[in-house]
């Protein structure tokens, strides 16, 4: 397997481990909901039960940002490299190397640090488009683009 499919591999992972947590958690709550029976306290009841939907419903946009997350990396090409740097790039810069696909955090692969970021970010979008030798401006330090494998 290629750095850049252990790359790949490590943000379908992520997703996938998310979407197991998030997914948990709405499980725990739905046990936590039919459960609990009506208690002589009323209000406390009802309001056990209001935070409980609150939390069900946070719970739920999360999933439906993980689902968003991993339709991205769907569209992720794993082997083409390309002159520019666009999805799927690895970006090897002055500063850092990061991996445009979805935020995902930091991977070690072969000594090196890659950070995983979603093209939506700052940096992403400001590496988006350039070239080897190409410079971006990002909190006052200029970066320059080495390498896009």
Not at 1 to 25: D, P, V, Y
Not at 59 to 83: D, Y
Not at 118 to 144: H, M, V, W
């Amino acid at each position: 397997m290629t750095e850049k499919e252990q790359l790949h591999q490590f943000c379908a992972t992520f997703i996938t481990e998310r979407i197991g947590r998030i997914q948990k958690n709405i499980g725990d709550i739905q046990s936590s909901l039919t459960s609990e029976t009506k208690s002589s306290a009323g209000d406390k009841h009802e309001t056990g039960r209001a935070m409980l939907q609150l939390e069900r419903e946070k719970l739920g946009q999360q999933l439906s940002e993980a689902e968003k997350m991993k339709q991205i990396l769907a569209k992720v090409p794993k082997e083409v490299n390309t002159a520019k740097v666009g999805l799927g790039s690895w970006v090897v810069t002055s500063k850092a190397d990061y991996f445009l696909a979805i935020s995902a955090g930091e991977f070690k692969v072969n000594g090196k640090c890659v950070y995983c970021i979603s093209a939506a970010t700052p940096i992403a979008k400001l590496l988006f488009g350039k070239q080897i030798g190409d410079t971006a401006n990002f909190n006052g330090q200029e970066i320059k683009i080495t390498e896009i494998r």
